[in-house]
């Protein structure tokens, strides 16, 4: 098993944690648009309270540890590794329960080519642990807008964990796609299961618009976010949001390899 200490280490070695690649400037600049409601930085979250740009950076420092101090405009972010222990912890605690109750659970992720695999590895072991890995509106198309305009997506699922891809760009099931922020394909996938008659997920696990859409309507959700992603730590003050892991979400994605075999070592669901 991965110790404590090893996985400490690791997340400083890789950047998951500590001094990230993730600039204050890209920071500051997502609280600023968030307190300003724009809907690229909120991820379908709704938020109940009023957030200014200086509640936010409160609120960052708190839950990952950056820098509280508005005078601290340029350089790399920091990312406290104690918080992101802790918050892989919690994280653990939800995937076991999930398999002592045998949920249903729903994966995405906007950052396939980074994230797919540590999804794929719990959807895997939660599958294994008699979990029903839901794929609702496989191969359904969802219109988002980009910075290019709007753009149509085909939702897909590689290995139990949804994401979106341009038509045409690869074949169904290739294990690429797009990077998305949008709260969209959740909302169209919870939508497919519902009207399907078949079961809803009772917890969804993934990152960007996945955790966000699908806690605003009151889905279980839990995952990870950068010191950039305000919204999943506004969701997980205010309650729609259950655990949400402070990391780096787009370093290479076997460094994140070691988080996949901590995970599931404190879940009890190593294989």
């Known amino acids: 098993m991965l110790s404590t200490g090893a996985l400490r280490a690791h997340l400083l070695a890789a950047r998951l944690a500590g001094p990230v690649a993730t600039t204050r400037e890209e920071s500051l600049r997502s609280y600023r648009l968030f307190a300003a409601r724009d809907p690229r930085i909120l991820l379908g979250l709704d938020p109940e309270w009023s957030w200014g740009p200086g509640d936010l950076l409160g609120l960052m420092a708190d839950k990952c540890g950056v820098s509280a101090d508005p005078g601290h405009t340029s350089g790399v972010d920091v990312i406290d590794p104690e918080r992101t222990l802790a918050a892989l912890d919690a994280f653990a605690e939800r995937l076991a329960d999930a398999a002592r109750r045998g949920l249903p659970v729903l994966f995405g992720t906007g950052h396939p080519h980074r994230l797919l695999g540590f999804y794929a590895a719990l959807a895997d072991a939660l599958s294994a642990a008699g979990c029903t890995v839901l794929t609702p509106a496989q191969g359904s198309s969802v219109d988002i807008t980009t910075r290019f305009g709007l753009r149509t997506y085909n939702l897909d699922y590689v290995q139990g964990v949804a ?17 998305t922020h949008s709260p969209l394909p959740v909302r169209a996938a919870l939508a497919a299961a519902a009207e399907a008659e078949g079961p809803l997920p009772e917890l969804v696990i993934g990152d960007h618009g996945w955790v966000c859409g699908a806690g605003q309507l009151g889905f279980e959700a839990i995952g990870l976010a950068d010191t950039d992603d305000p919204a999943l730590f506004v969701g997980e003050v205010e309650g729609q949001v259950s655990v949400v892991v402070p990391l780096d979400d787009a370093v290479r994605s076997d460094y994140y390899r070691p988080l996949t075999r901590y995970v599931l070592n404190r879940a009890c669901l190593s294989q």
């Open 163 to 179: 994401l979106v891809r341009e038509p045409g760009a690869r074949p169904t099931g290739s294990e690429t796609g797009a990077h």
